[in-house]
């Protein structure tokens, strides 16, 4: 291997190899210019031209900030217009891409039409509120808060589904951890016992999972759903007979400080999200861009996507595919358990019957919106997050639109982001397919 | 230095249940050979490279390392020991770039477990500077020719320091060009010291290279030949008695064109044309072979002629009839007799009985059918005519027709479509993965359909098998016709157009490059082995015509 390194052999002209094949033209479809026109349009009419006429004022600052921002002010009709016809620009410029070069549009401009979308909406919505008004500072930080267990719960299903196992268990792994933070918190008097047992708890719900849809072979979505009936039944089983018989015994688990960093936390918008957080929040961004960097970085992540993709190539290289998958969707149970602590240790501090209240399955759909990437799966999460948020906060100001409507926001949201902006993602090859050796 | 490497299998058996695999097999892989590994489809071949690989514990017998016995306990032993493999579907991750290929499994990783790929990028490319493969470190290997996915694959095992390749079925995905840069790429490494076992059903290639021949034939070793020995001698040691390569077909009587498609072009779902303006027609008593490499539109003309395709435009006429917007039971009903490519996929239903499976295109039709009952006697006795007729080798019609083997399970699909009278007959890879023995008798029933008198479409990617069988052939590349010549197109100007060459081009280039009027596929020079006056020691006692409908098979 050494010695012939640098002679050359009997060099031969080589014809170039690297050749491509026929330009692989990846569809262009007319979907996404015709869901952002159809978007823009309704942004028009309703943003624009029925647009309230007041002003909505936007407050920057909250009251523990080391300096203060003024907050904003914007004519609500005005801005309605101008953005609505932003919105219907960008559409344009779509379609007029589709028509005449048959072109996909760049990358940044779903993301800037969502965006405007976004704030336009926003303008729209408390321009016409009885007190126009609201805090951008305690919405943003609100989102964040709403979106941790959404954020683990994602995470959960990246490490999963990128070693090849669908995970539709989250929900449960989520409710699994919330039980088990708030029991052995309440029995110990320490919540970070309860965090421990909550990465603990989602870990055994996830090798459950592994061990039939590895060991066994069963259907990966039937066990996940399977499991998500058992987890909920199980915790509602105990809850109702041990919790509720001796709540102060058994489910007072006592909340996760927030920890305050000085002067960070101090900045406007960004301090409260980053640098006032419970132990919770911190470890979802260490867990987001560990994961990452593990992913993508390392020879542990560059094996598990084999894993995921190409399983026989990985065994012929000696890598040990279903022992992979075993750990890592263990891992994701871990990982998932830690978010279900949020619901018990650090949102309130009791347990209920199904207290993640479907958000392992919304997780799921911000895994495949985020491309199974944890980063995307992070803002993906955070999406759904502003949605739950806003939905809250807009029936507390009072809006012409019915809370009801308020309710299904991040649901609509959920369906569009999954189905019509992103395009088509594609998930790891061998995802949900069992690997047996020969 | 190069370390080189003594490789003994000795009584290797393997047993699936109550099926041998490998009966006993004992072979010797000296260092620095070109060891070829000749059998039929299912003879055992593959399952034996798999034990020696680690993929399978062999039931009995024992691999020896320089004369050290070894067990391997998966493929990770047998790379430690020098063993490398490429298989014959790629073990590659597409959306990996070849770097990450290389490194998977052999990470060089800084402290913490990062990856290292600069230090594999570099290994890439001083082994692709030392053979001259041209492979870019960051490539895509989704975005790669197949040849070249290959080369990744050689490299791989080469970073892992094996000093024993073993090929699969190497050739099986290539051009014929493609195929000659691999005999070359084989004989470089040889002159470097690494030992190749050569896995092949293919007499051409395996002359070409081969240093020893061991024969394998039901799992167990027939003997070993000489790369010198005629095509004929080999085939028969590989099949067990003597057989025929040339087909006794007379010249073909074309009469009338009956079918014919104009500017057809099919669709893909990904928006591009997959076929791309096509027109050609095939007149009654007339085979039209269908040459080129896989997945270069042949899949798509003939499910457009089924009626399977949606976005399909252009015109097929048959009797001057369209046929595009038909139903396919229209179309089948019209006379159109098709085998497709992926018999187990698509032509039968394994867990069918074989009588079943005779009938699925007419099972709603008398005598079968009677109003809404089926008369499962008329079935039965549709089997047993149509199973003597063409020799398909099973107890009886009520098997699962998925329990025959490759060659009778294509014989019942054959069968079925040749059983009613057809104006058009399609047969795509007519014989993929049958033994040679069927290959003789599916060949004789297609010609025999085209003597009486129905224009024949053949699809194939074995040029043996266009050449043998074909009265014109049509070259696709890329969804496009690059030519229809007549037989007896030489296989290198065939060769040539594959690769997408123009008729004349590819014409006038091969006779530019055999001038020695040898086939393409014996290289000119390869100056690692022998001077240049020896074109073709491999196989010195071997005078091939230099084109010719019959290629390599001579008597």
């Known amino acids: 291997m050494s010695t012939t390194a640098t002679s050359s052999v009997e060099g031969k002209p080589q014809p170039d190899k690297n050749r491509r094949p026929a330009a692989s033209a990846k569809p262009v479809t007319w979907k996404l210019p015709v869901t952002l026109a159809v978007l823009a349009v309704i942004a028009f009419i309703f943003f624009g031209l029925l647009g309230p006429q007041g002003t909505a004022k936007f ?42 070069q048959n072109a996909r549009p760049p990358r940044w401009l779903p993301a800037v039409f969502t965006v405007v979308f976004v704030v336009a909406f926003l303008i729209w919505v408390v321009g016409g509120a009885r007190t126009p008004s609201i805090s951008l500072a305690g919405l943003i930080a609100g989102s964040v808060t709403l979106a941790v267990p959404i954020v683990f719960g994602s995470l959960s299903g990246v490490l999963c589904e990128r070693a090849g196992v669908v995970n539709i268990a989250i929900e449960g792994q989520l409710l699994g951890g919330a039980f088990t933070a708030a029991l052995v918190a309440s ?118 996507r084999a894993v995921g993709e190409h399983p026989q190539a990985a065994d012929t290289l000696g890598i040990k595919v279903n022992a992979t998958r075993f750990w890592n969707v263990t891992l994701g149970g871990a990982v998932a358990g830690i978010g279900g602590s949020f619901f018990t240790l650090v949102a309130i501090d009791s347990f209920t019957k199904e207290i993640s209240g479907g958000r392992g399955f919304i997780a799921l759909a911000a895994m495949i919106l985020g491309r199974w990437n944890p980063i995307g799966a992070f803002f993906a999460a955070l999406l759904f997050g502003f949605a739950d948020n806003l939905q809250s906060i807009v029936t507390i100001i009072g809006t012409p639109v019915p809370s009801q409507f308020m309710a299904m926001l991040p649901y609509v949201v959920t369906v569009f982001a999954v189905a019509g902006l992103v395009g088509r993602s594609r998930p790891p090859a061998a995802d949900g397919i069992p690997y047996i050796k020969g | 230095m190069v370390r080189v490497l003594k490789l003994e299998l000795k009584g290797i058996t393997k047993r699936f249940g109550s099926l041998v695999a490998n009966d006993h097999i004992d072979v010797v892989v000296e260092p620095g050979q ?152 084989m004989r470089q490494l040889k002159s470097h010291g690494t030992s190749i076992v050569f896995i092949s059903h293919k007499l051409r290639e395996v002359k070409a290279v081969s240093d020893t021949i061991t024969v394998i034939r039901r799992g167990k070793v027939v003997g070993s030949a000489d790369p010198g020995a005629s095509t004929t001698e080999l085939a028969s040691m590989m099949v067990g008695r003597a057989v025929s390569l040339t087909l006794d077909k007379a010249p073909a009587v074309p009469q009338e064109t009956t079918f014919e498609v104009k500017d057809l072009t099919v669709i893909a779902p990904t928006g591009q044309h997959v076929v791309d303006g096509l027109s050609f027609g095939i007149a009654r008593g007339e085979i039209l072979a269908i040459a080129g490499v896989q997945g270069n539109g042949q899949t798509e003309l003939t499910e457009a002629i089924l009626g399977l395709h949606e976005r399909a435009h252009g015109s097929i006429l048959l009797d001057g009839e369209e046929l595009l917007g038909r139903s396919v039971k229209d179309i089948l009903n019209a006379g159109v007799g098709f085998v497709p490519e992926d018999r187990s996929l698509d032509g039968l239903i394994g867990t069918f009985s074989i009588a079943e499976n005779l009938i699925l295109d007419r099972y709603d039709q008398a005598p079968f059918a009677k109003g809404i009952s089926m ?40 069968a079925r479509e040749l059983s009613r009278p057809l104006r058009l007959f399609i047969a795509s890879q007519p014989t993929r993965g049958v033994d040679v023995g069927s290959i003789e008798f599916l060949h004789k029933r297609i010609v025999a ?34 030519g229809i010549v007549p037989a007896g197109t030489g296989r290198d100007v065939l060769g040539l157009m594959m690769a997408g060459v123009s008729p004349d081009d590819a014409q006038a280039d091969a006779a530019g490059k055999s001038p020695a009027g040898l086939p393409a596929g014996l290289p000119v020079e390869h100056p690692a082995d022998t001077p240049a006056t020896n074109p073709a020691p491999a196989a010195p006692s071997v005078q091939e015509p230099s084109s010719g409908a019959v290629g390599d098979h001579h008597e």
């Open chain 1, 59 to 100: 407050g920057v600052s909250s009251g523990g900030d080391f300096f203060q921002l003024p907050a904003i002010e914007v004519p609500a009709f005005l801005s309605g217009m101008v953005l609505s016809l932003i919105l219907l620009g960008l559409a344009g410029y779509a379609l007029v891409l589709k028509a005449k």
């Open chain 1, 187 to 304: 029995v110990t008097h320490n919540p970070y016992a309860g965090l421990l047992a909550a990465a603990v708890a989602g870990a055994l719900v996830s090798m459950v999972l592994a061990l039939f849809a590895i060991k066994y072979v069963v259907n990966q979505i039937i066990v996940g759903v399977v499991l998500n009936v058992l987890v909920s039944g199980l915790t509602g089983f105990l809850f109702t007979t041990v919790m509720q018989a001796d709540a102060d015994k058994y489910n007072s688990p006592g909340r996760l400080p927030i920890i305050d960093i000085p002067v960070l936390s101090g900045i406007p918008v960004i301090g409260p999200i980053l640098f006032k957080q419970s132990v919770v929040g911190y470890l979802m961004y260490v867990a987001v861009i560990v994961i990452w960097i593990g992913l993508f970085k390392t020879k542990w992540g560059l094996r598990v």
């Open chain 2, 34 to 185: 070109i060891h070829c590994l000749l059998g039929e489809n299912g003879a055992g071949k593959s399952t034996l490279m798999n034990v020696l690989y680690g993929l399978y514990e062999p039931t009995e017998g024992e691999i020896l390392v320089d004369d050290k016995p070894v067990t391997f306990r998966g493929p990770g032993d047998a790379m430690a020991a020098g063993i490398g493999m490429v298989h014959q579907h790629f073990m590659l991750v597409p959306v990996f770039t070849v770097a990450e290929n290389v490194a998977l499994g052999a990470e060089t990783t800084k402290t913490g477990g990062f990856l290292d790929l600069d230090d594999t990028r570099r290994k890439i490319r001083e082994i692709s500077d030392r053979y001259g493969f041209d492979v870019d470190p960051d490539a895509l290997i989704e975005d790669l020719p197949v040849g070249v996915q290959q080369r990744v694959e050689i490299i791989k095992a080469l970073v892992r320091d094996a000093k024993v390749l073993i090929l699969d079925e190497p050739t099986a995905v290539l051009t014929p060009q493609d195929t000659d840069e691999l005999l070359d790429i």
């Open chain 2, 375 to 414: 008369s499962p006697a008329k079935v039965l006795e549709n089997a047993k005519t149509r199973i003597e007729e063409f020799d398909v080798r099973t107890p009886s019609g009520s098997l699962a027709a998925g329990t025959l083997s490759g060659g009778n399970q294509q014989k019942v699909v054959m």
């Open chain 2, 449 to 482: 359909e085209r003597d009486h008198g129905t224009p024949v479409m053949i699809v194939s990617t074995e040029l043996d098998e266009v050449i043998e069988l074909a009265d014109r052939i049509a070259v696709l590349y890329k969804g496009r016709l690059v």
